[in-house]
């Protein structure tokens, strides 16, 4: 089992969305290409891209349960334990439970909202459809419509303010993938990431990003090969070449610093002076209490080197909770200080969550949705962050990452 199987296991049986999301995926896959013309998708909380899900559920537009059976025979790793005339259920790898709810194809978009929920949103939301027959909607949004209000994304569907913000025509513009242009947390081998700086540029352009920023881990982190001042200089340069060489994508000079117990740095200011991007993360004395936790990061904030404050809280979903902090006090003294807050996109960190980033946003406080990548293929991390600004009500304009590299470089800059 890898680490990040171990970290989305919880003894109340709930499961990361980095680990759960990918099995419904591929079983969703799997169904269309065995029920060509059947409308296929994942619902429950994982559509609403929650960071923790007990199960898995998916609808189909099928009511024959046993061509649904029959599909799903030559499926790796599944165990069927009930089938009855309306759903299908069992266990997907590492024994994640899933349900597979049939339903006449003409009355799919109906059930695709009820079934996606959450209760407490379905529940206000069917009030105003009790006379209106289930096969008098092609779609959602033809839902919507009726009720008179704007589509409503699946990831604010959860009774708190959108029902109200859709009849008003005021719902955000939610940030998408697809608008970021930039990676501004990626560690290389000159720490504890995996892959040098030329694969990860490569891999950044891959992805169509104008800017990756190179984040490795300062000297007070022995265990991941922490940067010394002299290291630092050196990969700088390092850098400067790779982007002289190599135009198209410019790699930032950074440095994930690490904040020490008294909320210092443990690199100077001359050495935080000569970079793109410093990111200030805690990763030590997680039990201070509340006063000298709080105090530890008001002190970073203030700290005019500092550009993001990396993975804030500090939990680490079925591992620990976050640490003791007055979150108002410091959420302030972000906006106050122009900080930008990282919304980390591990599955197992999901830090900012979707509370602490809609706050923020409300006060002015930018946000960087950033990957924490240790290898390329982590970079694909970021679409879980995603899920949770968006849970957020965040839209594109407050991620930092979807700006320009000017624009970027400039507000870091002021």
Not at 254 to 262: A, P, R
Not at 274 to 295: G, N
Request: glycine share 8%; charged share 25%; hydrophobic share 40%.
């Amino acid at each position: 089992m890898t680490n990040l199987e171990v970290a989305s296991k919880q003894s109340g049986g709930k499961y990361s969305i980095g680990l759960a999301l990918p099995l419904a995926e591929k079983l969703a896959e799997h169904l269309h290409h065995r029920l060509p013309g059947t409308q296929v998708q994942i619902v429950g909380s994982l559509r609403r891209g929650k960071a923790l899900v007990s199960d898995v559920d998916i609808l189909a537009g099928c009511p024959d349960g046993s061509k649904v059976a029959q599909a799903l025979a030559d499926f790796s790793g599944i165990d069927l334990h009930a089938r009855e005339t309306d759903r299908i259920a069992g266990y997907l790898p590492h024994r994640i439970p899933f349900e597979i709810i049939l339903v006449q194809p003409r009355e799919f978009a109906c059930h695709l909202l009820t079934s996606t929920g959450s209760k407490a949103h379905r529940n206000r939301i069917m009030k105003g459809l009790e006379t209106a027959p289930p096969t008098s909607f092609q779609n959602e949004t033809q839902l919507y419509q009726y009720l008179d209000m704007a589509y409503i994304p699946p990831e604010l569907r959860e009774d708190r303010g959108e029902i109200e913000a859709a009849r008003e025509k005021r719902l955000p513009e939610l940030v998408e993938l697809r608008d970021i242009k930039g990676d501004l947390h990626v560690h290389s081998n000159w720490s504890d990431g995996f892959e040098n700086l030329i694969v990860l540029a490569e891999a950044a352009r891959l992805r169509g990003y104008e800017y990756m920023a190179i984040t490795d881990h300062s000297q007070s982190l022995p265990s991941t090969g922490g940067l010394n001042p002299e290291r630092l200089s050196m990969q700088a340069r390092v850098i400067d070449g790779l982007n002289r060489q190599q135009p198209g994508l410019r790699l930032l000079r950074g440095i994930e610093v690490d904040i020490l117990k008294d909320g210092s740095l443990n690199l100077s200011d001359a050495d935080l002076e000569q970079l793109d991007v410093v990111i200030a993360s805690i990763h030590s004395h997680f039990r201070l209490d509340r006063k000298e936790q709080t105090r530890r990061l008001l002190r970073v904030i203030e700290n005019p080197h500092v550009d993001i404050i990396g993975h804030l809280t500090g939990r680490m979903l079925n591992k620990r909770s976050g640490y003791e902090l007055d979150l108002e006090r410091i959420l302030q003294a972000a906006a106050q200080h122009h900080k930008v807050l990282e919304i980390n996109s591990h599955p197992s960190r999901l830090d900012i969550d979707e509370d602490v980033a809609r706050r923020a946003v409300s006060l002015g406080i930018k946000i960087a949705v950033n990957s924490d990548a240790h290898h390329q293929g982590e970079m694909d991390l970021l679409r879980y962050g995603i899920f949770n600004a968006r849970r957020g009500w965040v839209e594109a304009a407050d991620v930092i990452n979807t700006w320009s590299l000017k624009e970027v470089l400039d507000y870091f800059r002021s």
